[in-house]
């Protein structure tokens, strides 16, 4: 297992301008986005918001060993498109009821910033509404879990009882989240399932 690596004040104050402009980028999006844009539009979008804040996509061009360079500024999925979904996939115009998940990583002074939201375009569905309140409800669950000398399963169990035993809904095995550092997965993974592979 990597051991998550300590940092000082001054590269914690780094790391949180970072996340505030991932902050700053989602915020503008709750205006932009609405039924009739385009994928392609939303990434255009954020790459000149990134630009006015005079940072960078930290997944633009990011490469995993074998695979070509990621072709957008924000991942972007839409409705049961489950992470990682890019500007290419689709030209259709987003339609009311849509759900739009947009992850934006910020490069800023070498710290990364990296999160993900979540917004139902119009009027969405019950099920729909469900799946985020149990995104939302199992992510406090999971950080109101994390304690000073207790184990990182303590938040994957956390989370996953809120969102398959309270809300009855599947976790994708595998998927999880990540440190926040200078590397755009930085150590640890934190696991969003209780398994016996992950600390």
């Known amino acids: 297992m990597k051991t998550i690596p300590l940092i000082n004040k001054n590269d914690a104050k780094a790391a949180k301008i970072s996340a505030q402009f991932v902050l700053e980028v989602h915020k503008s999006l709750t205006d932009f986005l609405r039924a009739g844009v385009t994928l392609p539009e939303i990434d255009s979008f954020v790459g000149e918001k990134l630009r006015s804040l005079k940072c960078k996509s930290a997944f633009y061009k990011y490469r995993i ?82 304690q000073p000398n207790r184990p990182l399963m303590d938040f994957a169990k956390a989370v996953q009882n809120v969102a398959e035993k309270e809300y009855g809904f599947h976790l994708i095995r595998g998927l999880g989240g990540h440190g926040y550092g200078k590397s755009l997965h930085a150590p640890p993974f934190i696991s969003n399932v209780a398994s016996p592979i992950h600390p």
């Open 65 to 146: 060993p074998g695979q070509p360079p990621f072709p957008s500024q924000s991942c972007l999925s839409i409705n049961d498109c489950v992470v990682h979904g890019t500007h290419t996939m689709s030209q259709r115009a987003i339609e009311p009821g849509d759900l739009v998940s947009i992850d934006i990583g910020v490069t800023h002074q070498g710290w990364i910033g990296d999160a993900a939201w979540t917004w139902a375009i119009e009027e969405t569905t019950e099920e729909n509404m469900k799946l985020m309140e149990a995104g939302r409800e199992s992510l406090l669950a999971g950080v109101a879990a994390m």
